[in-house]
C-alpha cells in the first residue's frame, strides 16, 4: 500500500473506494486508526453512488449471477470513474464481475 500511495501522491491520481467498502470494513474502534488516517489523506475519496448507479449493481449482479453488491459496486465505480486500475484482495469475484479491469493485490 505504500507503494500505491507513493505512486498515487507521483501522478497526481485519486483512490477512490465506494462508501459500501468502507461500510464492509469499518469496525469502529482502535483497530481502525490506520484506516481512518487512509481515508483522511487528500487524494483518498469515498464515493457514495447514486440511485441510478446503485441499479446498475443490481443489474450487473444480475447479468453475472453473483449477489455481492460491494464487489458489484467496486466495479460500477472503477467504471463510472474510468479508473484504469482496481486494488483489491478479492481478485477472483471481481474477475467474474468484470474480466477487462487491471487488479492489482494490496
Known amino acids: ?28 474502534g482502535p483497530r481502525h486508526a490506520l484506516l481512518s488516517r487512509f481515508l483522511a489523506l487528500p487524494f483518498v475519496d ?25 464487489d458489484a459496486a467496486v466495479v460500477i465505480c472503477a467504471r463510472t470513474r474510468g479508473a484504469r486500475v482496481v486494488v483489491t484482495s478479492d481478485a477472483s469475484d471481481l474477475r467474474k464481475l468484470d474480466d477487462e479491469l487491471v487488479l492489482r493485490t494490496p
Do not use: F, N
Open 1 to 28: 500500500m505504500r507503494e500505491l500511495i507513493a505512486e498515487v501522491r507521483r501522478t497526481e491520481s485519486v483512490l477512490v473506494t465506494p462508501a459500501a467498502v468502507l461500510a464492509q470494513a469499518w469496525r469502529g
Open 46 to 70: 469515498v464515493d457514495l453512488l447514486t440511485r441510478k448507479l446503485w441499479q446498475a449493481v443490481g443489474e450487473l449482479c444480475g447479468r453475472t449471477g453473483t449477489s455481492d453488491v460491494v
